[in-house]
């Protein structure tokens, strides 16, 4: 199952968290790299036997005064790049073939500490992360080194020899072909293949065995290399879009539970103030144009809150425990993937997946669990259908990338000032909700009497004069 998800915070330590999960193989690509502990975590893991490969660019700031000892990577075992009079602004990671990390984040002392940066971690896009490695080894010329290994051709026909014994279902002759293989497992993806075999993972040893067979055999199409880069583009934009969009929807539900809770327990009371505040105003409402907008603002007020409350009211929100939270997180994110508008832009069912999604992010918000996991289920049977995105238009899919760039740069906006609302603040922060309506409610009730005497003060003169 693919996930993705989107950081915000802590990102040098969530990056140092999936590095010392590697087990295989580290592929990074950066403009500038200063940080040292995330240097020290990638030459920890080349001496537990991980093999890294680290590019970026050389210039004065990697290579400066105050750069990093590089060659401490080299000289255990790890390979470097330093691609001179380069233009390379990547800024990705890929862990196993399984894991991809990119976004903003460059790699540096000052990006941790005081830039405000992003990652996207996408999990189980096998297909993703090896286009991300095949960008890799074609920025650094490693790709050519592989198509011209002497061992290729033997290891295609080994491939396709592993092919034919899993339609057989010959488990142990399976097995002698990946110890077999197992010595060539510095070409791309062979170690990947052997560890699907080994733990029965055969359809997926298949798409890699498909991908390599592709890529090296005689009767590969050449594909150029605008479009390939722009592909790759627009997927990783479609994926950081669906990520933001999850943290939306979960800082989102977050305020909408607020407020339910705040609606439950202390509507009726913040309903009659405001109608004390609308009734203060009127009895001062001709004394200046200045007093009549007031009341009319307060009238507006008033009206808005009152048919607000009223539909409030109709919601139903779901008490879910923290095991159930999690899964409801976990199957949102799931379903999200599968429906997201942006992936079906110019498709026939795009109408069909905006409904999908706001009907998802509906339930989300009501914490409607049932109603997820029953979305999610139409999802994988087929309901929508996400065609894979084979326009060879470069004008086309250049349009197509930046039009996703300005809707995910506006969604970032978004996000941002939804985490620095007051609303948000207050919601997020709350760890006891009877204590915390308990409190506001004496506050309110003491405001309550604050306007019922001003409102009774006014009534009496009126009926004076």
Known sequence: MILTEAHFSGIKFKIKDEIALAKKHIYVAVAWFTDYELLQALLQKQKQGVLVSLALVKDEINFGEYGLNFDSLTNAGGKFFALEG??????????????????????????????????????????????????????TGSR??????PNVNSILKRLQVVKHFIALDEEEDLLLQANRL????????????????????????????????????????????????????????????????????????????????????????????????????????????????????????????????????????????????????????????????????????????EEVFKELGNAYKRQDIKSVYGILDSLKRGTLIIS???????????????????????KMIYQDLLEKSEVYRTASSISDHSKHFAVLKTKLEDEYEFWRRRVGKQATSANIE
């Open 144 to 149: 050519a080194n592989q198509a011209t290994n």
């Open 388 to 410: 894979p995105d084979k326009a060879s238009d470069v004008e086309l899919l250049k349009i197509k990338v930046e039009k996703l760039r300005v809707t995910l740069e506006k």
């Open 86 to 139: 380069s233009l390379m602004h990547n800024k990705f990671c890929v862990i196993d073939g399984r894991t991809l990390i990119t976004g903003s984040f460059n790699w540096t002392r000052k990006a941790s500490a005081l830039n405000m940066e992003n990652i996207v971690i996408t999990y189980d896009d096998f297909d993703l992360a090896h286009k991300f490695i095949e960008q890799f080894q074609l920025i």
């Open 182 to 353: 197992k010595k060539d497992a510095d070409v791309e993806c062979i170690a990947d293949i052997v560890d699907h075999i080994i733990g029965k993972e055969y359809s997926k040893a298949i798409i890699l065995i498909d991908q390599l067979t592709a890529k090296y055999s005689q009767i590969i199409i050449y594909e150029n290399q605008m479009l390939f880069a722009l592909r790759l583009e627009l997927r990783d934009l479609e994926y950081r879009t669906v990520a933001i969009d999850s943290e939306i929807s979960e800082k989102e539900k977050v305020i909408n539970l607020y407020n339910y809770l705040l609606n439950k327990n202390l509507g009726e009371l913040l309903e009659q103030i405001l109608q004390l505040k609308k009734e203060y105003s009127y009895f001062h409402r001709k004394e200046s144009q200045y007093s009549e907008s007031e009341y009319q603002e307060a009238k507006r007020k008033y009206e808005q809150y009152s048919q607000q409350r009223e539909e409030e009211e109709k919601e139903v929100y779901h008490d879910l425990s923290a095991p159930e939270k999690a899964e409801l997180k976990v199957l949102y994110k799931e379903a999200v993937v599968l429906c997201h508008p942006d992936k079906f832009q110019g498709n026939k069912q795009e109408k069909e997946a």
